[in-house]
């Protein structure tokens, strides 16, 4: 075979005398003379020409790549040539790639590197999987929709269901959560992983899903919330095999969640939650009373002042005699108590005004008092006068007796 040779018009080379191309004989005649050759047109194989073809493309495949560090690129039947003895020769090299640093330029895309990586998973160590999963997740916005819900997600699904590989999955199942479109989550992903929360899982999960639950609850429906995630937090809460700092997460996770939470999802589902915590671990205390606080600091959340009278201050004051509560934690609850003290206090005298129907008082000098034995007509009369005057005492003393009792300063078993 001779070089390729440069003309003014053309491109030509020369070699050894070949048949045809392996395209033609397959019933592709582009390109060839009108009538077609006998000998192309009735080409027919046998099995053993095909077998021993097949060897020989697979030998000057395996010299370029190892020898010459070149991948083909344009490998078909088109680039297939056989001789008159019936030989298959490469060629077509028009598009072939010079290998550098173990890679080709062609497919060092990150993506199809991190699809690999995730076939490669169950033959890997566990550290080498944790990074499989690490890169798969920062790649997930560039993963074309269809690949990502019929390939990558159904992997990562069946690895979420395993207890020894949800830790490793469960980071870039989140991930697609994120960058999933809300139809997509409630269409597509949202039935499976209701059931990846039922499951038992190592505690790791459970710590990462609580971390992550913003960004869960920013895809999910309210009725969805208040079946699936809400009842996952509590359970967390009410399960004694967990340590009190997962305890802890989830009560962090339901004060971050409160502002994105219906009002009547809080009232119907959070605050009976919250007045039945039982235990005397001070941390676990101390949440609870910040999750009130935040509640107390916006009339959306429906903290009422019968709520809190009746519901809330009688869950934590027994709380004020914990020993093992430190003072800054015992002074964080008495300030929430007080606070409560004063909504209560605010929002009743408020009701109170609104309940009850004043009297007029009499404009001043309208009162005239008798001068002499013989009263005017014009005049009130002595007794009028005077129950006039209890009534005004007795109102003043009212009103004096309650204040005094808001204050602290009023004995209501002291005789006047």
Known sequence: MFPMSDFSDSLAFASEPVFASLSNVLGIHERLPTPLPPDIRDHDFIELEIKHGIVQIT?????????????????GPHSVLLNK??????????????????????????????????????????????????????????????????????????????????????PTLITIIDYATRGDYVEIIMPEFRAI?????????TVYILSKLDIILSKSPQDEIKVEILPFVFNTLDSSSLQAQIRINALTCIDHLLDSLDKMLILDNILPFLANISGQDPDVITC???IYKHMLSDKKFGLTHNLIATKVMPTLIPHTVNPGLSME???????????????????????????TVSLPVPPRGSIKMVSGENGSDDNLSSSHQAILLENARTQQ??????????????DTGTKQ
């Open 288 to 290: 609870v009373v910040g």
């Open 59 to 75: 030998d000057a495949l395996s010299y370029i790549h190892n020898k010459e560090r070149l991948v083909h690129c344009n490998l």
């Open 197 to 205: 929360l039922a499951n038992n899982k190592p505690v790791q999960a």
């Open 329 to 355: 934690q015992f002074g964080s609850l008495m300030e929430v108590l007080r606070d409560m003290l004063d909504h209560v206090d605010t929002q009743r005298r408020d009701k109170m005004k609104q309940e």
């Open 397 to 410: 003393l009212q009103k004096s007796k309650t204040s005094e009792f808001y204050s602290g300063r009023y």
């Open 85 to 170: 003895k019936g030989d298959w020769k490469l060629f077509g090299f028009g598009f072939a790639e010079k290998i550098k640093d173990g890679k080709l330029k062609y497919f060092n895309d990150p993506v199809v590197i991190s699809l690999h990586g995730m076939d490669m998973c169950d033959r890997r160590e566990p550290a080498q999987r944790v990074e499989a999963y690490a890169s798969l997740s920062q790649v997930v916005p560039n993963i074309p929709r269809k690949i990502l819900y019929s390939y990558v997600l159904p992997d990562i699904l069946n690895e979420c269901r395993c207890c020894e590989s949800i830790s490793f999955a469960l």
